[in-house]
């Protein structure tokens, strides 16, 4: 019996990066997008030591009929069982400073790519009884320090699992995480002055590595839970 | 430590925490019945002991609190509290009402003032599991939803307090009021309630979680997703 496989847009780098790893560390066939890095080899050899070979693509989630090729190249690497819908974009612009394009290229990659792609992806997750994963901010849940664009896009991420997870119930599981700051991406480049804020704001002083946002997020992916949002972020934001 | 680990999702807990890797503690209220308690420490395969604590005395629960410290270190504090459900308030004497915080409440505080310190010792955390009341409210048991409310304002509190060196989380399991499942099941998106199995997992997960703290999940709620 083939491996199942889990799917992560934006797999090449960051929290994805860690989401590809930690598939493989769980035996699954990791398929990856990615935009326009190629993927690390020293990721690619990690998931091989788990004894997976993953399935690297590249895709411009941009265009529609790479998100549907990114879907046959998953399909056509073994059973879908998991989708995480973790590809996004940075914008530090404000209600003053966004252009319409930096709004609609931000709510196409974080809420309707999520969408577009599960619903490619039904029958596969709907046969599996499968579970998808969006990974949304905790700036989504409360707004965002980054500004309209990526607090908005942010918080349209769950209302695309919300509606997922009745569309799709009872067979395919859909749920968020929402992490706060993590040791990658555009954390890396925040100012000195941010971070500090940021860490003395968050109860546990700390922030974490994509491998952790990736252990809670695949251990949700096993829960029995649906149309759920769990905040990721040390306490910063306790509703 | 597992406090309460003889009821149904106390007992799972209890197997979630052995099949972890953990040596684990459960308290049981006194009297229980002494199959109950042997079944759960043979399941355990000697990995599990149990402690009895007198749930109108807390002075037994800090006994047995002081119990678990002295035992050099402890990782994780888990709380089921019992399903104890009382008449409404207007109809509950007042020395009803003291005894249900006593139960319901004050345990758990008891066992934080003596496990604290250990806890935060060993980077550990606390889950505190609920009943569906807490959030929901509950028209005829007012004061047990009062005292659950109580539990998930004294979880998040204790994350910020406790921070950085416990964590603090809640887990609102499916509730067992049959009243409450009733309308659930009219709600429910999945097609089946969560385990006692499934629940231990979901709540060991998040207890596991190095960077979650304060956090509330709710499996099952109506007029929620889930």
Not at chain 1, 5 to 15: C, E, N, R
Not at chain 1, 49 to 54: F, L, N, Q, R, S
Not at chain 1, 69 to 89: E, F, H, Y
Not at chain 2, 12 to 24: E, K, N, P, S, Y
């Amino acid at each position: 019996m083939s491996r199942p496989v889990a799917l992560i847009t934006g797999g090449a780098g960051g929290i994805g990066a860690g989401f590809v790893l930690e598939a493989a560390r769980r035996g699954f066939i990791p398929v990856f997008s990615f935009r326009s890095t190629a993927a690390d080899p020293e990721l690619i050899r990690q998931c091989e030591e788990h004894g997976v070979a993953p399935v690297p693509c590249q895709a411009d989630l941009a265009e529609r009929s790479d998100i549907d090729r990114l879907a046959r190249v998953a399909q056509d690497a073994g059973p879908v069982t998991t989708l995480i819908n973790c590809a996004g974009l940075a914008a530090r612009t404000g209600l003053d400073s966004t252009t319409d394009e930096k709004l609609w290229d931000l709510m196409w990659v974080h809420a309707y790519v999520p969408d577009l792609l599960t619903r490619r992806l039904r029958p596969d997750l709907t046969a599996s009884r499968g579970s998808v994963l969006n990974v949304s901010s905790d700036g989504g849940v409360v707004g965002s320090i980054s500004g309209l664009p990526y607090g908005m896009s942010k918080a349209a991420t769950l209302g695309a699992t919300a509606t997922l997870a009745r569309s799709l119930a009872p067979f395919v599981r859909v749920n968020t995480l929402a992490p706060g700051a993590v040791e990658a991406g555009m954390w890396l480049s925040a100012s000195e002055s941010t971070r500090m804020h940021v860490e003395a704001e968050t109860p546990l002083q700390r922030t974490p590595s994509a491998e952790e946002v990736a252990v809670a997020g695949l251990d949700i992916c096993a829960w029995h839970v649906t149309g759920q949002t769990i905040v990721f972020n040390g306490g910063r934001t306790i509703l | 430590m597992v406090i309460n680990g003889t009821t149904s999702l106390g007992a799972a807990i209890v197997q979630g925490c052995v099949d972890r890797g953990f040596t684990t503690v459960f308290t049981h209220p006194e009297p229980v019945a002494d199959h109950v308690v042997r079944d759960i420490v043979d399941s355990c395969g000697g990995r599990g002991s149990p402690v009895a604590v007198d749930r109108e005395d807390q002075s037994s629960a800090v006994k047995a609190a002081q119990y678990v410290a002295s035992l050099g270190h402890i990782d994780r504090l888990i709380y089921v509290p019992e399903a104890l459900r009382s008449p409404g308030m207007s109809a509950a004497s007042q020395e009803l009402i003291k005894a249900a915080f006593d139960t319901t409440v004050m345990t758990l505080v008891n066992f934080v003032r003596v496990l604290s310190r250990p806890l935060a010792e060993r980077k550990g955390s606390i889950l505190v599991v609920l009943e569906a009341e807490a959030i929901e409210g509950s028209d005829a048991e007012d004061l047990f939803g009062v005292n659950m409310s109580a539990l998930l304002g004294l979880s998040k509190t204790l994350a910020r307090e406790l921070a950085p060196d416990v964590r603090v989380n809640a887990l609102v399991p499916p509730t067992s009021d049959p009243v409450l499942s009733e309308r659930i099941e009219s709600t429910r998106l999945l097609d089946r309630r969560a385990s006692d199995a499934e629940v231990a997992r979901t709540g060991l997960d998040i207890a596991d979680w190095p960077h979650a703290t304060g956090i509330t999940l709710a499996m099952e709620l109506p007029g929620r997703a889930s």
